[in-house]
C-alpha cells in the first residue's frame, strides 16, 4: 500500500478525515476572525439562534480548533488572504491553445466558489427574455445551479494533499473541471458511470460546512 492508502485507512477507522487533522505550519494568526464572524452571522440568519461566544469559542465548540491549534480544515475555511494549497486556475478558451481571459484564485473556500463562479457567469452566454414582470429573465446557456453544484463538489472533495491545483476551462461549448488526486477510496469510474456506488466523502468538514453554506 502507498502512504497515502495507509493514511486513508486509518482514518476511516477513527471516522474521521484529513481536514479535521492538526495543521502543524499554520497557526491562529494566518486566519481571519472577520471571515469566522461572518460565517457566524450566517449560522445565526439561517437558524436564527444567536452565538453568544468569541470566533475562537466557536472554531472549538465545532471541533476545528483544538488545544489553540488549527485544523488543516480552519486555515483553508478562514485563511486571511493568500493561500497556495488552494489554487484554481480558470481559463477562457477560444481554442485548445488560444487562451482569452485567465485568473487564480488562492484564497479561502467560502470565496473560492464566489469568485470562481463569478467568473465562470461573466463568460456564459445570456439571453435576456422580455415577460410581463418589470425586470427580464436571463437565461444562460448553462443552468448556474447545475454549474454552482460542479464548483461546490470540486472544492469539497478535492485531494488538497495534491500540490497540483484545480482547472477549469471555459469553452464555446463546452467547460471542463479538472481536480488533483485519484477518486476516494476504492471507487472506480466503472461504478461511476454505473451508478453502482455508496457516496463517500473525502474532507467531512469542509463538505459539512461549504455544503451548510451553500
Known amino acids: 500500500m502507498s502512504i497515502d492508502e495507509i493514511s486513508n485507512e486509518y482514518l476511516k477507522t477513527i471516522n474521521s478525515s484529513w481536514d479535521y487533522y492538526p495543521d502543524p505550519i499554520h497557526d491562529i494568526d494566518t486566519i481571519s476572525i472577520e471571515k469566522v464572524k461572518k460565517f457566524i452571522k450566517g449560522i445565526e440568519s439561517r437558524t436564527k439562534n444567536e452565538i453568544n461566544i468569541s470566533p475562537l469559542k466557536f472554531l472549538e465548540k465545532i471541533e476545528i480548533l483544538r488545544d489553540s491549534k488549527l485544523s488543516f480544515g480552519a486555515y483553508l475555511l478562514?485563511?486571511?488572504?493568500?493561500?497556495?494549497?488552494?489554487?484554481?486556475?480558470?481559463?477562457?478558451?477560444?481554442?485548445?491553445?488560444?487562451?482569452?481571459?485567465?485568473i487564480t484564485i488562492q484564497t479561502d473556500l467560502f470565496t473560492e466558489v464566489e469568485e470562481t463562479m463569478a467568473f465562470i457567469k461573466k463568460h456564459l452566454m445570456v439571453e435576456f427574455i422580455i415577460t410581463g414582470n418589470p425586470q427580464h429573465e436571463e437565461r444562460f446557456d448553462y443552468?448556474?445551479?447545475?454549474?454552482?453544484?460542479?464548483?461546490?463538489?470540486?472544492?469539497?472533495?478535492?485531494?488538497?494533499?495534491?500540490?497540483?491545483?484545480?482547472?477549469?476551462?471555459?469553452?464555446?461549448?463546452?467547460?471542463?473541471?479538472y481536480n488533483p488526486g485519484k477518486l476516494y477510496g476504492d471507487l472506480t469510474l466503472e461504478a461511476l458511470l454505473s451508478n453502482n456506488y455508496t457516496s463517500r466523502v473525502r474532507n467531512k468538514l469542509n463538505y459539512r460546512k461549504i455544503r451548510f453554506w451553500n
Not at 454549474?147 to 495534491?162: A, G, P, S
Open 78 to 102: 478562514f485563511v486571511k488572504d493568500f493561500c497556495l494549497v488552494s489554487d484554481i486556475q480558470i481559463g477562457r478558451f477560444k481554442s485548445e491553445i488560444t487562451i482569452i481571459d485567465s
Open 143 to 177: 443552468p448556474l445551479d447545475a454549474i454552482r453544484e460542479i464548483v461546490v463538489n470540486m472544492i469539497v472533495h478535492r485531494d488538497y494533499r495534491d500540490s497540483s491545483g484545480s482547472i477549469i476551462k471555459i469553452f464555446d461549448d463546452h467547460i471542463k473541471f
